[in-house]
């Protein structure tokens, strides 16, 4: 199957006929054929967005490391945004949210200048310093440089002092204000302390990286697959199904996921689940881009075609790239 049959196998014709039935039943077949005809060649024209990527150079003095890190941690040597956006063009993935990396700590300027140079393509989650100052005015100036979410690491340490914080307390509120995303890197025992968080701030976009990393020692606990699910109750709560390679079986072509993927539609709607590849990890031997992206794409028989949509596309549309 070439690449451009399996494009239209993502959109096949029976389920865009079914997306388009509510306009049918005020418009002849012609005209509901025609809109069809319409949706698709939209969507093919904006593509899809991975949602989770992060890029580094090589070693330089122009980026440099942070002090935590030596060019021996940097492995791969590079990432490029060049890089990703080939590997993207193979599935018509044409915008990409890019997650500081940590080698460089607070300092997002790798980052943003890749955002400034193509701004249409990148939209970013950077990482600042709660205990600095000035926090709400630093968040506001990095939205105007394409800035749309915040990733905390949501370990059961960290996790431990945000109550009673105040920086940590002045990034949810103005989160809140400016309509940018907190993105949590957590592990499946600091659910119960998200629950408290999203309840605390219920006006603030929160994104869970990677199922909050359940799988990522093996079996998918069902304890901690209902803790998350728990959380659709909050409105403004998004999960990333990414890193497909780091979690369960952790061997392509990833079915073994698709349990947990449909609990989690059933429970959130795709409306607020979106796919990410987290590359350049996704992308090394034995794993690759397309098996990350066909799972969604074409191996989740319980997503219709709307919902495939919106997990490739329109939820990252709506959380990171809406000004």
């Known amino acids: 199957m070439n690449h451009r049959t399996q494009q239209r196998n993502v959109w096949s014709r029976r389920n865009l006929l079914a ?24 969507f093919l024209e904006s593509g899809f967005i991975d949602a989770h990527v992060h890029v580094w150079p090589k070693t330089s003095d122009d980026y440099p490391l942070d002090t935590k890190y030596t060019a021996s941690d940097v492995v ?68 105007e440089q394409g800035i749309r979410g ?34 949590l890197l957590s592990d499946p025992e600091v659910l119960p302390a998200i629950e408290a968080m999203a309840t605390k701030y219920p006006r603030t976009k929160f994104v869970i990286d990677h199922f909050s990393r359940i799988g990522m020692r093996g079996q998918i606990d069902p304890q901690d697959l209902n803790k998350l699910c728990g959380l659709s109750r909050f409105k403004k709560v ?35 689940l979106m796919w990410g590849s987290d590359c350049p990890y996704q992308v090394q031997l034995p794993h690759n881009y397309k098996s990350s992206f066909a799972l969604i794409g074409t191996q989740s028989p319980f997503l219709n075609e709307i919902e495939v949509k919106a997990i490739l596309a329109r939820t990252a549309d709506e959380v990171f790239f809406q000004d």
């Open 19 to 42: 997306a388009g039935s509510s306009m049918a039943l005020c418009a002849s077949a012609k005209t509901a054929s025609q809109a069809t005809a319409a949706f698709e060649a939209s």
């Open 76 to 143: 791969p040597e590079s990432f490029t945004p060049e890089a990703i956006l080939k590997l993207a063009g193979t599935e018509n993935v044409r915008r990409v949210v890019l997650i500081q990396m940590s080698f460089f700590g607070f300092d997002n300027k790798y980052m943003l200048d890749c955002i400034r140079k193509q701004p249409q393509q990148f939209k970013g989650v950077a990482i600042i310093d709660h205990n600095a100052p000035d926090i709400e005015s630093t968040m506001s100036g990095l939205f």
């Open 238 to 272: 998004f999960v990333k199904t990414s890193a497909f390679y780091a979690l369960g079986a952790k061997q392509a072509p990833y079915t073994d996921l698709l349990p947990m993927i449909k609990q989690l539609r059933d429970a959130f709607t795709a409306n607020r």
């Open 150 to 183: 915040f990733r905390l690491y949501a370990n059961a340490t960290n996790v431990a002092q945000w109550d009673g914080n105040p920086g940590i307390d002045t990034m949810f509120k103005t989160a809140a204000k400016t309509k940018q995303a907190i993105c």
